[in-house]
């Protein structure tokens, strides 16, 4: 199994940018497909992007297309999510999740394995 914990989150004003942050350990990172969450309160676990094992191929939620973007670092066994032009609507406690994988990108909180903790992120209007 590989155990997640995720860090950076904090207070930003509507419109700035923030790098939330998962390390890994247990088994490599290199041998999950990686995805982050969020969940606001009084809603369900909302799928925020995906990257597959080498980081060459990801996929993003509407909602966030062309504002996050997720990464990778195999070697450092470290996944990014670099958040920007923030809106108070992504206010919310990230996740970062592991998943056993195929070639096949998956955007389904119920196909993941494994959890993190949460970062919490707030937006400030």
């Known amino acids: 199994q590989v155990q997640l914990s995720e860090s950076g989150g904090g207070l930003v004003q509507a419109g700035g940018s923030l790098r939330i942050s998962c390390a890994a350990s247990g088994r490599t990172a290199s041998n999950y497909a990686m995805g982050w969450f969020r969940q606001a309160p009084g809603k369900g676990r909302e799928f925020v992007a995906t990257i597959n094992r080498s980081g060459r191929s990801t996929y993003n939620a509407d909602s966030v297309e062309g504002r996050f973007t997720i990464s990778r670092d195999n070697a450092k066994n470290m996944v990014y999510l670099q958040m920007s032009r923030l809106k108070p609507e992504d206010t919310a406690v990230y996740y970062c999740?592991?998943?056993?994988?195929?070639?096949?990108?998956?955007?389904?909180?119920?196909?993941?394995?494994?959890w993190g903790q949460g970062t919490q992120v707030t937006v400030s209007s």
């Open positions: 999740a592991a998943r056993l994988t195929s070639r096949t990108l998956v955007a389904v909180s119920s196909e993941y394995d494994y």
